[in-house]
């Protein structure tokens, strides 16, 4: 299964796509730091390479902690 939605194709359209989505959809409702949440960790399970995720790299800080 992992390779069905791991790999970069995956990623790139549909892991983008509906993270923006998830944002867009949630900022109303649950705020810029909830909505940027869902939707790094979006991302984040779409991504086959850990080493690309947000929470791997220390120089951004897109949880807004």
Do not use: Q
């Not at 399970?45 to 951004?60: E, W």
């Amino acid at each position: 299964m992992k390779k069905l939605y791991k790999n970069w194709f995956i990623h790139n359209v549909f892991g983008h796509s509906i993270s923006e989505l998830l944002y867009w959809i949630i900022i109303p409702f649950g705020g810029a730091t909830r909505a940027s949440r869902a939707s790094v960790w979006f991302h984040d399970i779409t991504c086959p390479n850990k080493g690309h995720n947000y929470k791997a790299s220390k120089d951004n800080n897109y949880y807004g902690d």
